[in-house]
């Protein structure tokens, strides 16, 4: 019932009259010369979106946590082996290879 009250009233209301300004066609074909004109490296790049200052701030802090992390964790580690980080697949490998050998 409400819907059918509704579509009488939305029939009923006079529709919006919008109309461009008078010089809304100069205007528009300048701009579209415009942007025929700029440089062809400059149209390759347009579908780049432009991150604004809270994204790129915010990807930038949780760079610095992550980065913080990994200092942290790497500090929590021995110290190096050899010349090769103790966090590394070799440095382990190295480490193995002496346990066996005091065996």
Request: glycine letters at 4%; hydrophobic letters at 50%; a neutral charge.
């Amino acid at each position: 019932m409400q819907n059918d009250n509704l579509d009488k009233l939305i029939l009923k209301a006079a529709p919006a009259r919008i109309e461009p300004s008078p010089d809304f066609e100069t205007h528009f074909w300048q701009k579209m010369r415009k942007r025929e004109s700029a440089s062809q490296w400059a149209r390759a790049f347009e579908w780049i979106p432009i991150p604004s200052f809270a994204q790129a701030a915010a990807v930038l802090l949780v760079a610095v946590l992550i980065g913080g992390a990994g200092g942290v964790v790497s500090a929590m580690n021995a110290p190096e082996t050899k010349g090769i980080s103790s966090a590394s697949v070799a440095s382990n490998y190295l480490k193995l290879i002496e346990l066996e050998n005091l065996k």
